[in-house]
């Protein structure tokens, strides 16, 4: 029998109401029509309008997605043949194993070490060449290493679930080796590598610290927009560009759940 | 060695297959080795470099900003850093405790909604998940801002000045701290309870279980494996969170992270932040091997 109590019914309300009262306040404040202090003046919309013209944020919002879509295509790629390599063949237990901890390693280690790291290797990259300046490609980079993992192991996942009797039958029909990962494998785990393309694509947009070590004052994001704003003064903008962010993890994630749910129905 | 295999249908041997998966894993594990691994290392070499006055690395090899970390400096011993660390273990450590008290009654109620209504309370544990770790941390700002109730209680207490907001303070870092790691907590947590075995638990009440008892020996037990996963989810990043104290705590209530971030920035030390990080890198390790001792077969994804 399964029931809750009032008095588990009272603090998961409150639990919850904890959750998003600082995210509603958020989005509260940012329309109301005062520029300074949090006393309600009357509802505007003016914070929006002003975020439109506003030539550094929208520089930002660029950055942020340019990012996140390179990052998530390259991390898609080789997260996708790897785990396909992990899976697919007799590896001894050993090289399995370490394997196994290579691919969990950005997973549990704290980002700010691998930023931490990464900050040091590119200093010294660029006493041989110039590309590795504080900007984007440190930035892919950084990105393209923890969302790897992610992917592999969400592809692996799904590999496993798949089994192996389509491909065996597919083998029995004289398929190459070319032919079975091109037209069984590949569209036997697509939900997998959407599945992970979509992790790895949200990771990209909600990071905040590996960004934060290796950005360029020319490739600032918006998560590291508002740390600088909020750190020296908080305005409704920032509120109002905050919210925007908000609703967009909202559909993304709805958006989720959604395709992962008609692959589920397949 | 000609070990002749069938695998996946395929008549091969074990040595040409493995070339193929070699094949496969290459540009993967290059990757990895080159942007994680061989980063790794430099980082420890530098952890024994040291600073040049314009923060240049200069390579000697010592071990002075490890027995810096310890406190051994200029002038003696001071606490100063292993205070930072140890106030960061705390952190994690209550920060993953009070998630997992909150979590528990609430999942529970999510997963006694109706089947329609269970799916939209899940969607809402899962947006704050995902929402950027900047927002959730300044939103405290308002709530916490003179202007609001909450300080104006505070100090009609007298706990704080009058006018003045409630951060940056130890209490605004728990706000913080718990309501971004509670979802961490909360996720794994919920797909352990959802599959209860709630037969166990009735059985414990037609026996005349206390309710301490029954959430010991039926519930706890039961959820083990996602409350784990929940806690090293939470405790290890935890320990390694700046963003947080240093929107609310300030500068008074530094933990690793910020100590780190610091390195890299205005002090540009590389050599103590890549000392620090190992620090943090073995506190991480050490929790995972604890956990992995405590929790035996679980996995973490």
């Not at chain 1, 603090?11 to 904890?18: G, H």
């Not at chain 2, 952190?91 to 909150?102: D, E, G, R, W, Y």
């Amino acid at each position: 029998m399964k029931r809750s109590g009032v008095v588990i019914s009272c603090l998961a309300l409150m639990t919850m109401a904890f959750l998003y009262l600082p995210l509603l306040a958020v989005a509260f404040f940012s329309v109301n029509a005062t520029k300074y202090g949090l006393v309600w003046k009357g509802f505007t919309l003016d914070w929006y309008v002003k975020l439109f013209s506003n030539e550094v944020i929208l520089g930002a919002a660029v950055n942020t997605l340019e990012l996140a879509v390179i990052s998530t295509v390259i991390s898609t790629v080789l997260g996708t043949i790897l785990a396909i390599g992990i899976d697919r063949f007799p590896w001894s237990k050993r090289s399995a194993t370490s394997l196994d901890m290579i691919l969990h390693l950005p997973v549990v280690i704290p980002d700010i070490i691998l930023a931490a790291a990464l900050v040091v290797a590119f200093g010294m990259l660029r006493l041989v060449s110039s590309w590795f300046e504080p900007g984007m490609l440190n930035m892919v980079i950084g990105h393209v290493t923890f969302q790897i993992a992610f992917v592999a192991l969400v592809v692996r996942s799904r590999l496993d679930a798949v089994g192996k009797d389509i491909e065996e039958a597919a083998r029995d029909l004289f398929a190459s080796n070319t032919y079975l990962l091109r037209h069984v494998t590949l569209p036997l785990i697509l939900p997998g590598i959407v599945a992970g393309a979509m992790l790895a694509f949200t990771l990209s947009l909600d990071d905040f610290v590996i960004s934060f070590f290796t950005a360029g004052t020319d490739s600032v994001t918006l998560p590291i927009y508002i740390y600088a704003a909020v750190r020296r003064v908080v305005t409704p903008e920032i509120h109002a560009l905050s919210t925007l962010v908000l609703l967009a993890t909202v559909l993304l994630v709805i958006g989720t759940e959604r395709v992962s749910r008609r692959f589920q129905q397949r | 060695m000609h070990n002749i295999i069938i695998w996946y249908g395929e008549l091969t041997s074990v040595r040409s297959l493995l070339k193929r998966g070699l094949l496969f894993l290459s540009p993967g594990i290059a990757w990895l080795l080159v942007f994680l691994v061989l980063p790794g290392l430099v980082l420890v070499a530098v952890s024994f470099a040291s600073r040049g006055s314009y923060g240049e690395l200069i390579w000697s090899f010592s071990f002075e900003n490890y027995s810096r970390l310890a406190g051994f400096g200029m002038f003696g011993w001071t606490a100063d850093y292993l205070t930072i660390v140890w106030r960061s273990i705390v952190v994690a450590f209550f920060t993953s405790l009070i998630s997992v008290l909150l979590s528990y009654p609430l999942c529970f109620f999510i997963a006694a909604r109706p089947e329609r209504t269970r799916f939209l309370w899940l969607t809402m544990l899962i947006i704050p998940f995902w929402t950027n770790m900047v927002i959730r941390s300044y939103s405290w700002f308002l709530i916490l801002a003179p202007e609001l109730p909450f300080a104006q209680v505070a100090a009609r207490l007298g706990i704080i000045p009058e006018g003045s907001p409630l951060y940056p303070s130890v209490l605004a870092v728990y706000l913080g701290m718990v309501s971004l790691y509670l979802p961490f907590v909360a996720l794994p947590l919920y797909s352990s309870i959802e599959k209860l075995d709630w037969s166990l638990v009735e059985a414990a009440q037609d026996l005349y279980a206390s309710r301490s008892r029954i959430f010991l020996h039926a519930i706890l037990p039961q959820t083990l494996p996602g409350l784990s996963v929940g806690i090293i989810l939470t405790f290890v990043p935890a320990m390694g969170m700046f963003v947080v104290p240093d929107l609310l705590g300030g500068a008074k209530y530094m933990l690793i992270g910020n100590l780190i971030q610091q390195q890299f920035s205005t002090s540009r030390d590389w050599p103590f932040g890549a000392a620090i990080s190992m620090g943090l890198m073995v506190l991480t390790m050490g929790s995972l091997y604890f956990y992995r001792k405590k929790s035996r077969g679980g996995t973490i994804l």
